[in-house]
């Protein structure tokens, strides 16, 4: 009886590997490759521009994973005749199928973590409308949130091409903009590579960051955002799953010769990472913000509420309906979120163990840390190790 061997499947990967979020799209590619005995990648490193030419003008292969960035691009994918799935989102398109973040829920996140901080004005920078649909959707989610909230809210348009350099006129432009902006307002950039701009932008501006302005990208480029000063929180939207599913949906397409009815197929962004960039808050109170500060400092010292009353001088009663009315959590539920968000940290910067974790943050007993970090983020803390790490 003779064997059944799979035809091998060439597929081409037109995706860049000039950037963080890119290259973390290609680990997911090759992790789904790994597991398929019958995929034969084809891919040459380069940028998003330096793609090769010759797999668009004639069929060498049996799929295209591809972050489409310009028209003439698109088109040849078309051309091919042959299944081709979109990482990019470029354009807002039925004939190729769509794999990414949800952007909606993306800035949903940024605007809450932000409004958790007590800010309640927004700005955004993002590129020159109409020229990548995804960054439209980003701006426009925060200007629907900040309106439907009757938040103050400013937004700027610059092309990203023209940011290189002080003097640039886009640069120049943003600088202008970041003046305007009023003292503690929460500011959101499209992708790392703007919000790292904006960050220099306050430098040569004095703005401080994060109490004049606080700022926030998106797409958790770990060279950016810890090369950034300060360092820049952002959001992981977890390429490596993305990039999985995409080589799943395609190796279904092209068993099944057909594109999936549902075009565009979206993820959930994995979490915020916190870093100084919006390390404040800020409340009209200034008990609580008394409190909030020594909490920022001693939480992972293993400070207790009790703690907290003597450092300003308040019953329990007192201070928790004064925190309730500010930022909507009681004193406990602050100092446990300072402590867990320095937990991710830790197990996504350092190799330190789990133990160690527990008692670098305040935790007395590991076993009560695992039980919350498993119920609050729906996954063990060595599970979430393996999948963050930087």
Excluded at 133 to 144: G, H, L, Q, V
Aim: net charge positive; hydrophobic share 40%.
């Amino acid at each position: 009886m003779s064997l059944h061997v799979k035809k091998i499947k060439r597929v081409a990967v037109l995706i860049e590997s000039t950037r963080g979020y890119s290259r973390e799209l290609i680990r997911g590619i090759a992790q789904f490759s790994r597991q398929q005995s019958h995929w034969q990648v084809e891919y040459t490193p380069g940028g998003i521009n330096d793609l090769p030419r010759h797999w668009f003008k004639e069929r060498i292969c049996d799929g295209i994973l591809a972050r489409i960035d310009t028209k003439p691009m698109l088109n040849a994918l078309l051309r091919t005749k042959i299944p081709v799935i979109d990482l990019r989102r470029s354009f807002s398109h039925v004939d190729i199928p769509c794999v990414g973040p949800d952007d909606r829920r993306v800035i949903q996140m940024l605007f809450d973590h932000f409004r958790h901080r007590g800010l309640s004005r927004f700005a955004f920078v993002g590129i020159t409308r109409n020229r990548h649909a995804a960054m439209d959707i980003r701006r426009n989610t925060c200007r629907e949130l900040a309106l439907a909230h009757g938040l103050a809210f400013s937004d700027l348009e610059i092309d990203p091409a023209d940011l290189a350099g002080s003097q640039s006129h886009a640069m120049k432009k943003l600088i202008a903009w970041l003046k305007r902006l009023t003292y503690q307002t929460a500011v959101i950039a499209c992708t790392d590579d703007i919000a790292f701009r904006v960050l220099n932008g306050c430098r040569l501006i004095g703005r401080s960051v994060p109490s004049d302005l606080a700022v926030a990208g998106i797409g958790n480029d770990d060279c950016l955002c810890e090369l950034a000063l300060p360092t820049l929180t952002s959001v992981n939207l977890d390429p490596k799953k993305i990039g999985y599913c995409a080589a799943e949906l395609l190796q279904s397409m092209m068993e099944k010769g057909s594109t999936p009815p549902n075009s565009q197929l979206l993820f959930q962004p994995s979490m915020i990472v916190p870093r100084m960039s919006t390390d404040t808050i800020t409340t009209s109170d200034a008990v609580v913000d008394k409190a909030l500060q020594f909490i920022r400092l001693r939480a992972c010292d293993g400070i207790q509420v009790i703690d907290v009353l003597r450092h300003v001088h308040l019953s329990r009663v007192a201070l928790e309906n004064r925190f309730k009315k500010a930022i909507g959590r009681t004193v406990f539920q602050e100092i446990l979120d300072v402590r867990l968000r320095k937990v991710l940290e830790l197990l996504t910067m350092t190799d330190i163990p789990i133990k160690a974790v527990a008692l670098e943050t305040g935790f007395e007993y590991p076993e009560y840390l695992m039980r919350i970090f498993r119920k609050k983020y729906g996954q063990t803390m060595k599970v979430f190790r393996e999948n963050h790490r930087n």
